[in-house]
């Protein structure tokens, strides 16, 4: 008989779907969480390898639905290497799972990002798993294109997605313009076969939001990113893509609080619209992700990183949060934060509970892509992806299926 593999954290204030277990005890066995509860409930099994985490919080490893790169590496690389510089970049701040975007560009690299997600996904990588993959265009609309380069923008056409669907099937979600020819189309397809159709980069209305729900978009890309809100024809209002995903219980949506992108009032309207249980937490991060502060060239495009928050912004400039701009500082080039930096923003400044913030950075996103029954939580007989972070809200330690992946100078001994 094989000897048991069991890795135990101990004197842990463990984070679950329901409450805080303070001095809380959590077992893992061969990759899987086999237990987990007070002190006095469970009792460690000899043989194991125990972590005294001191009274730290022990969450379930983040789960980021929506991320490009990070640690100078792009998705659109399309290289193994790519991959497993983002795995570790992201593994840092705490994230245990990722889906992969691609961007609009012309199909056959698209295909290439794929193909690399499909194999990717099969491996064990240093950092963080890759899940599957997340189109996140062509199919857009030109006036809220956002970052996305416009000459590759197109309407949705059957017999080019379907001959991606039908190949792939790490393709967990598809992000789309609905209102554009086709696009409910799309939408039917992508629910039939049990892929997430997500609203983006769209300057659709109400009635069309309402047409692409019946179709069966389900999720609402980065909040107040590339969408349509109000506006004025003549003398009356009609709502856009903003006030349907406030008023809409059938969507979900995500945030990128990487404490640029969205002040602290936006991510408490949207949280206090549509409750703790239907917004995840997002990236969206570049491959400038983990690099620091710098001028950067990225895929030819040049970019600054830094702080430099405007007085009136409500999130603080720290230590390690930055943001990509273009050199022209009038438009950021995406996000370069992990899920840990965003979990530490809600909590800290954007006045959240942790165990909510925590919901929103594992089960909500493992929910929207469907991976919820074996990611997302720490509860019996789920993959053992956990991270630790301290009482000051920073990841000390990530830890996938089991296998430590990072750890900081807190835990070197170990
Ligand atoms: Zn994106």
């Known amino acids: 008989m094989s000897k048991k593999e069991f890795l135990v954290f101990k004197n842990a204030r463990i984070i679950t779907p329901m409450r805080i277990i303070d001095n809380g005890i959590l077992i893992a066995e061969d990759g899987k969480i086999s237990d987990l509860g007070s002190k006095d409930e469970i009792e460690i099994p000899k043989n194991a390898r125990v972590i005294d985490v001191a009274g730290k919080y022990l969450?379930?490893?983040?789960?980021?639905?929506?991320?490009?790169?990070?640690?100078?590496?792009?998705?659109?690389?399309?290289?193994?290497?790519?991959?497993?510089?983002?795995?570790?970049?992201?593994?840092?701040?705490?994230?245990?799972?990722?889906?992969?975007?691609?961007?609009?560009?012309?199909?056959?690299?698209?295909?290439?990002?794929?193909?690399?997600?499909?194999?990717?996904?099969?491996?064990?990588?240093?950092?963080?798993?890759?899940?599957?993959?997340?189109?996140?265009?062509?199919?857009f609309s030109v006036k809220q294109r956002g970052a996305q380069n416009s000459k590759y923008l197109k309407a949705p056409?059957?017999?080019?997605?379907?001959?991606?669907?039908?190949?792939?099937?790490?393709?967990?979600?598809?992000?789309?313009?609905?209102?554009?020819?086709?696009?409910?189309?799309?939408?039917?397809?992508?629910?039939?076969?049990?892929?997430?159709?997500?609203?983006?980069?769209?300057?659709?209305?109400?009635?069309?939001?309402?047409?692409?729900?019946?179709?069966?978009?389900?999720?609402?890309?980065?909040?107040?990113?590339?969408?349509?809100?109000?506006?004025?024809v003549n003398a009356y209002r009609i709502s856009g893509v903003i006030e349907s995903t406030l008023l809409l219980d059938e969507l979900t949506t995500e945030v990128i609080a990487d404490g640029h992108h969205l002040p602290a009032s936006l991510i408490k309207l949207?949280?206090?619209?549509?409750?703790?249980?239907?917004?995840?937490?997002?990236?969206d991060a570049m491959a400038t992700a983990g690099l620091g502060q710098g001028r950067y060239s990225i895929g030819g495009l040049d970019v600054i990183v830094e702080a430099n928050v405007p007085e009136e912004f409500e999130i603080p400039e720290e230590e390690g949060n930055y943001v990509a701009k273009l050199l022209t500082r009038d438009s950021f080039a995406g996000s370069v934060a992990t899920i840990g930096k965003c979990v530490r923003n809600m909590v800290k400044f954007v006045g959240l509970s942790i165990q909510d913030v925590v919901k929103m950075a594992t089960i909500n996103p493992a929910k929207v892509i469907g991976v919820d029954d074996r990611k997302g939580s720490l509860t019996k007989g789920k993959d053992a992806d956990i991270v630790v972070l301290d009482e000051d809200v920073n990841v000390v330690m990530t830890v996938v299926g089991a296998r430590m992946v990072y750890r900081n100078n807190v835990f070197s001994q170990e």
């Open 59 to 139: 969450a379930p490893g983040f789960v980021d639905i929506h991320l490009h790169g990070g640690g100078g590496a792009d998705t659109m690389d399309a290289t193994e290497e790519a991959i497993e510089k983002i795995s570790i970049t992201h593994a840092k701040g705490g994230v245990t799972s990722i889906v992969l975007s691609t961007v609009a560009a012309p199909m056959g690299n698209i295909i290439k990002a794929v193909k690399t997600i499909e194999l990717a996904k099969k491996r064990t990588l240093p950092g963080a798993q890759v899940l599957g993959a997340h189109i996140e265009g062509p199919y």
């Open 157 to 232: 056409k059957p017999e080019e997605y379907l001959k991606l669907l039908d190949e792939y099937d790490c393709i967990l979600r598809v992000s789309a313009a609905p209102e554009l020819d086709g696009g409910l189309e799309l939408g039917r397809e992508l629910k039939k076969r049990g892929i997430v159709a997500s609203i983006a980069h769209t300057n659709a209305t109400y009635q069309d939001i309402l047409a692409a729900v019946d179709a069966g978009y389900t999720h609402v890309t980065h909040m107040y990113s590339g969408m349509s809100g109000l506006k004025r």
């Open 270 to 283: 949207i949280i206090k619209v549509k409750g703790p249980d239907k917004v995840s937490v997002i990236t």
